[in-house]
């Protein structure tokens, strides 16, 4: 299985502050297509979660562009710019490239 | 608007069974890839499987940790999912949730249901 580790955050980073949340995987998530199948998901207090960015750097439909997602083939990065209260919870990766699909263990993100 | 609709969670004893269901709407649902996830109390989530569309013929696959245990399967008449899960462990208590695969990604979530698997 395709083990996925995710960093911790200096909690509570300040509002209007920027933050960044790290993932690493134990084999690289670049397919044969040219796509890094990297997935973020946030999952707010009481919420299911929800995509945020896909195929590593590709924001979801309705995100803010306040987040971004870049990296390499097994290490990769969720930038949050200028935090909001609305964006404390959980944020997980996941990784698509092939099963059992598995995810991070999480990164909480709380603000001050 | 796609919507994904979980029932059937519960108390459970172990050694029990329990079938989830997940009712979707607002899109054509033979189009998509179908899975669960689960995710116990305070942990990250688990994907448990995936049962393709009509193009891929309704395949499935399982993560190891609950093939053999798990089933899920899908009415397209009804647009519903389904998952069978027997032989019920401790383990298994969690929020399970039904989700749409898009191209190499989870687009939409239920809300999630509660199994709770104690004596």
Not at chain 1, 1 to 7: F, H, Y
Not at chain 1, 44 to 58: A, D, E, H, K, V
Not at chain 1, 75 to 91: H, N, P
């Amino acid at each position: 299985d395709i083990v996925m580790t995710q960093g911790a955050l200096p909690n509570p980073v300040p509002s209007g502050e920027s933050a960044s949340i790290t993932c690493q995987s134990s084999k690289s998530l670049l397919h044969s297509n040219g796509k890094t199948y990297l997935n973020w998901y946030l999952q707010r207090p009481g919420q299911s979660p929800q995509l945020l960015i896909y195929w590593m750097s590709t924001r979801a439909s309705g995100v803010s562009d306040r987040f971004s997602g870049s990296g390499s083939g097994t290490d990769f990065t969720l930038k949050i710019s200028s935090v909001e209260a609305e964006d404390v919870g959980v944020y997980y990766c996941q990784q698509f490239l092939e099963y059992p699909l598995t995810f991070g263990s999480g990164t909480k993100l709380e603000i001050k | 608007e796609v919507k994904l609709l979980e029932s059937g969670g519960g108390l459970v004893q172990p050694g029990g069974s329990l079938r989830l269901s997940c009712a979707a709407s607002g899109f054509t649902f033979t189009d998509f890839y179908m899975s669960w996830i689960r995710q116990p109390p305070g942990k990250a989530p688990e994907w448990l499987g995936v049962i393709r569309n009509k193009a891929n013929g309704y395949t499935t696959e399982y993560n190891p940790s609950v093939k053999g245990r798990f089933t899920i399967s899908r009415d397209n008449t009804q647009n519903i999912l389904y998952l069978q899960m027997n032989t019920l462990r401790a383990e298994d208590t969690a929020i399970y949730y039904c989700a749409r695969l898009g191209k190499g990604f989870f687009d939409y979530w239920g809300q999630g249901v509660m199994v709770t698997v104690s004596s």
